[in-house]
Each structure stands twice: as C-alpha cells, then as structure tokens.
C-alpha cells in the first residue's frame, strides 16, 4: 500500500461549524504533514508530525488543530473558520529516520473545503 | 531560509516536443530535489527526484538535472503528450529533514 488517503474529498462549512479532516496511511511512515494550497500556488506547509509528536507549527491560528492519535492517522479539527480558510488541505507523510536516502513526501489526493 | 525560484510560470507546448523547467535554490545544505506534478483536482504526485551526489536522472520521457555549483535543476520531458499537461512543481530539502521548500509552479499545456 503506497497511498495517502483523505476524507473527505469535499467539505463545506459555515463559519460556526466544527468539523474534522481525516488521513491514514500505512506505509509504515512516521512523519505527517498537513499542507494547504490555494489556487495556482505551492502548497504551504502548516503541521508536521514526527513519531506522533508536533514537531513543526508554522504559526497556523488555533482555529485549526491537528491530533494523530497513532503513526497512521492524523486528523485536523476545524473550528470558527473564515471564508479565506477555503483551499485544498493537503496530507503527505515521509518515512523519517532513514540511514540512507531522502526522506520522500507522499501526498494524498486532498480535501477541498469550502468555508461560507 | 531557503528559497526556491521556478521558470516559466506557464509552458505551452505541441504534442511530441520537449519541455523544459528550471528552478533554482539558494541554501547549500539542500541536497534533495524532487518534482511533483499536479493534475486538476488532485494531489501533488511525485515523478521524479534526483540526490546532490548525482548529476543527471532518466526515469523513460522524464529527465532531471543538477548543477550543484550553480544551485539549479532541471526537469525535462521529452515526447510530450496531452496527459503531460499539468501543474509541475520542483521542491528543495535537506533530504533527511522535514521541511521541503517548493517552487511556485509551472502550467504545462501540451497542445494535440
């Protein structure tokens, strides 16, 4: 099994919602990622997981909190979002720890939310 | 921080020619450089990446080359065809850590 998986693939939500997305792998990697890209940008990185520790906070507002309750899942809770939080919210994880060779990030397919 | 510069914003190319894109880097310590290409409504896919310890790496019509003096890398794909077009990224990183530095992108249009 070489895929990231996302749920869902769509979500729209009104700004008073509370709402989670979600993401599994099971490639055996121990980093985790959560990425948000706009429209014809790059993705930007917003959390990193490493053995199930935040490692990386790209000083994302607390309306967004991430959880991985165990090397395979990570999820992100949403929460009082605005409209300009609309964007695909991307996870990849990379297998970390490696004596040799890079450590290579898979994305998944992503969740495209819509905050109203 | 690193940064990472990609050209051209936007390629368009007729069907069977070769297209290239160009990144550069500016931090020394990266030494891994992968490509993702993004089709509409998915996620980045990894198709290539190359290792500062090596020059050039051929995965069939895709190319990638690295001039670790001069901090840029190349993707190439020779013999392009319309399920080419797409949203190509080129990314920087230390290679073992986890931070990966992306290019701005570049649209492919490979024209029938």
């Known amino acids: 099994d070489t895929e990231v998986t996302q749920t869902p693939k769509h979500l729209v939500m009104g700004m008073t919602n509370k709402k989670s997305l979600k993401c599994e792998q099971h490639m055996g990697h121990r980093a985790m990622y959560w990425y948000k890209q706009k429209a014809k940008k790059p993705p930007e990185l917003m959390f990193v997981?490493?053995?199930?520790?935040?490692?990386i906070n790209e000083s994302v507002p607390s309306r967004f909190s991430p959880e991985c309750p165990n090397s395979s899942l990570l999820n992100l809770h949403l929460h009082a979002l605005q409209p300009e939080d609309s964007a695909l919210y991307l996870c990849a994880s990379s297998p970390e720890g490696q004596l040799s060779g890079a450590n290579v990030l898979t994305f998944g397919a992503g969740s495209r939310l819509t905050v109203l | 921080g690193e940064n990472v510069e990609q050209h051209p914003s936007t390629l368009s190319v007729q069907e069977g020619d070769s297209a290239v894109i160009k990144c550069t880097y500016s931090d020394s310590a990266s030494n891994y450089f992968p490509w993702y290409k993004q089709e509409l409504g998915k996620g980045p896919q990894l198709i290539i990446d190359?290792?500062?310890?090596?020059g050039e790496k051929k995965d069939q019509r895709i190319a990638v080359t690295l001039n670790k003096t001069a901090k840029h890398f190349s993707l190439h794909i020779t013999e392009t065809q319309p399920e080419d077009s797409a949203v190509y990224f080129c990314a920087a990183s230390e290679g073992t850590g986890n931070q990966f530095y992306f290019g701005t992108g570049t649209s492919l249009t490979v024209i029938p």
């Open positions: 190359i290792r500062s310890n090596v």
């Open positions: 997981y490493s053995y199930e520790k935040l490692s």
